[in-house]
């Protein structure tokens, strides 16, 4: 299991963006998928957007055109860039990773984006 650690979340008007970050530690063997979940008020948790080590990346509809994932793998850390930010973008974001088949994730990140 890894420790995945996030950073960059905050408070955007709609339009703004944001950039996160997530540093997995904790293992010498290779983290495969990372990527991003989020979860708002009353809501399950959705797919933001992962990608795995070889660079697949799979994005929720919502989020196309607008939000850009990417990962150094050297730095095992995951980013995810948020344009034009929406109030329907407003959750909590978690990072995830993959190690040996087992999910890990953050502790979570604050994104609300006022109207």
């Known amino acids: 299991q890894v420790q995945l650690v996030e950073s960059g979340g905050g408070l955007v008007q709609a339009g703004g963006s944001l950039r996160l970050s997530c540093a997995a530690s904790?293992?010498?063997?290779?983290?495969?998928?990372m990527g991003w979940y989020r979860q708002a008020p009353g809501k399950q948790r959705e797919l933001v957007a992962t990608m795995t080590r070889g660079s697949r990346i799979n994005n929720a509809d919502s989020v196309k055109g607008r939000f850009t994932i990417s990962r150094d793998n050297v730095k095992n850390t995951v980013y995810l860039q948020m344009n034009s930010l929406k109030p329907e973008d407003t959750a909590v974001y978690y990072c995830?990773?993959?190690?040996?088949?087992?999910?890990?994730w953050g502790q979570g990140t604050q994104v609300t984006v006022s109207s």
């Open positions: 995830y990773a993959e190690l040996m088949g087992r999910g890990s």
């Open positions: 904790g293992s010498s063997f290779s983290i495969g998928t």
